[in-house]
């Protein structure tokens, strides 16, 4: 009986030890509360760093703790305990009694996403081992920074083009567009004030920008993140230049008026800066033709003088072979080869000298006779002056008549027939010589009839046609035309190239510079020392 009462009591005392030993103990802190605030690091919603607060344990200690959130609400709603969480600095194995352990909080802001105020208890166990009663109180405050617009500048410029290169033009672009937006939250009342501009060059204050915004009277409205289109006119530049000046945005949602940085460049288009390199290519080559016209008109006057001194040679074969010469520069003239024509004058002068030195005349002996029978002269003779080579079907040839008689003067008359039907008379000396064009390639003989029934004729073979010949002229004048073209859009875009400048163009240095740019002048080694002065930066 009495081992049995024993044995009774025991079944009952050990599960009654065990309820005990399991059940959670109380655990003391030194206060009964605590607050713990969360605040958003920005009005989108994003998190700031973890919040600390510093627990106490003022009883035994507690090995490998383990702390977590239970009982969280929010105005009187149950939510996810994972929503705050707790880490202990990273060497705490144990919470010693009466020693000040610093805490850091995390929130979740998925589930803290409110502002407001939140509570719930503090649990704190061991790893392995025992639970304690939550007896802390937490207090969390949830903060959001209120959202305020701020304005993104982002800095205007305005290319303005002039219609006419002159002072006071029309633009071809009377408005232009430009984008507000702001970041944070949207801007209510939006207004645009006006921006007076300056020149960068002497700072004097001209013109203005103005700024509406398109389908509204007066002030708008700008959605956060979402650009809002601006209409931007100018007006008061009739130079050209680059120009400054300030937009002022302003907005009751703003602290201070919003600063908009608008440049505007006024310039001329470029297609006038090629025309200006045009004019100066095209006066080049008006001067050098004009050039070649002097240098021709100066030929044929030396070819005209040096003519009648080899007419006046005593040799008749020497005087032939000189004015063949002759002729053949006149040639050379006429398809404005004037380099060969001065070639070929230069080695007739030479020859000329020789032929006058060795015909200096020499005394004759006193004569045995009373009387001397002078020497018959030489005799008037028709000669064909164009070289064979050149005789070709609708080319001219050149006839004239040799040695004319003294007597032949002013009223002499001359009667030329060509042998291919065609007639002509000329009174006078300009009958000795003429020009005449076979249209077909054979043999003629051209007769010429003189005064006192003097008469001459000569046989002329003509070839080939000379269409083949004008067609190559032709398509030289072509090729030269072309690559004139050519050269004056090269030049042009070297030009845009190297007097442009990245900001603007149409001062009138620039237009001086342009032509004497096509003009050639850019070889001169002033010339880079003008652009200098007349080019800013």
């Not at 003022?58 to 009187?76: C, F, G, M, N, Y």
């Not at 005789?391 to 291919?420: E, K, T, Y």
Request: hydrophobic share 45%; aromatic share 8%; charged share 20%.
């Amino acid at each position: 009986m009495h081992w049995s009462g024993i044995l009774v009591s025991l079944s009952i005392l050990i599960p009654c030890t065990a309820a005990v030993a399991h059940s959670p103990q109380v655990l003391r802190f030194e206060r009964d509360q605590a607050e713990v605030k969360f605040v958003f690091a920005s009005p989108e919603g994003a998190p700031s760093v973890p919040e600390a607060f510093f627990l106490t344990v003022k009883d035994a200690p507690v090995t490998s703790p383990r702390i977590r959130v239970t009982q969280l609400r929010h105005e009187a709603a149950q939510l996810s305990s994972g929503g705050v969480r707790f880490e202990l600095p990273p060497a705490t194995r144990t919470l010693q009694p009466r020693t000040v352990i610093p805490v850091a909080a995390h929130f979740d802001p998925a589930v803290l996403s409110r502002p407001g105020s939140y509570n719930g208890r503090l649990v704190v166990e061991e790893t392995v081992g025992r639970h304690f009663v939550p007896r802390l109180v937490l207090e969390f405050t949830v903060t959001r920074p209120e959202a305020k617009p701020k304005l993104v500048p982002e800095p205007a410029v305005l290319l303005v083009v002039r219609s006419w290169p002159w002072p006071g033009a029309p633009y071809w672009e009377k408005s232009f567009r430009a984008e507000l937006w702001t970041s944070g939250a949207s801007a209510a009342g939006v207004d645009v004030a006006p921006a007076r501009l300056s020149s960068i060059t002497d700072g004097l204050t001209q013109g203005r920008v103005t700024a509406t915004f398109p389908g509204q009277s007066g002030r708008a409205d700008i959605p956060a993140g979402r650009p809002v289109e601006l209409e931007l006119a100018v007006d008061g530049l009739p130079y050209v230049g680059k120009y400054e000046g300030t937009l002022l945005v302003q907005s009751a949602a703003f602290k201070d008026s919003q600063a908009v940085k608008t440049t505007v460049i006024v310039t001329d288009s470029l297609q006038y800066l090629a025309a200006a390199v045009a004019c100066g290519v095209f006066l080049s080559l008006a001067w050098s033709a004009l050039g070649r016209q002097r240098e021709r008109a100066e030929e044929e006057l030396a070819l005209t003088g040096l003519r009648r001194r080899v007419a006046s040679l005593p040799d008749p074969a020497t005087r032939r072979l000189l004015l063949n010469q002759l002729d053949q520069a006149v040639e050379a003239l006429e398809e404005n080869e004037i380099a060969r024509a001065r070639t070929i004058r230069t080695e007739v002068e030479r020859r000329y000298d020789q032929a006058a030195a060795a015909a200096v005349p020499v005394a004759a002996p006193a004569p045995a006779v009373p009387m001397a029978v002078a020497a018959p002269g030489p005799q008037p003779s028709l000669e064909i002056a164009t070289p064979e080579n050149s005789r070709r079907a609708n080319a001219p040839i050149r006839f004239r008549i040799l040695d004319p008689a003294p007597a032949w003067d002013a009223a002499a008359r001359f009667s030329w027939q060509f042998g291919d039907t065609s007639e002509r008379t000329v009174h006078g000396l300009a009958g000795l010589q003429q020009m005449h064009a076979y249209a077909y390639p054979g043999t003629y003989t051209a007769v010429v009839h003189g005064p006192a029934g003097a008469r001459f004729e000569a046989r002329v073979k003509i070839s080939g046609d000379r269409s083949a010949g004008v067609k190559l002229t032709r398509w030289r004048q072509e090729v030269l035309l072309s690559a004139g073209s050519i050269a004056v859009g090269v030049a042009s875009g070297m030009a845009i190239q190297f007097l442009a400048r990245p900001d603007y163009f149409g001062t009138w240095s620039d237009y001086v510079l342009a032509i004497l740019w096509g003009l050639g002048l850019d070889r001169s080694a002033k010339f880079e020392q003008v652009r200098k002065i007349f080019v800013r930066g």
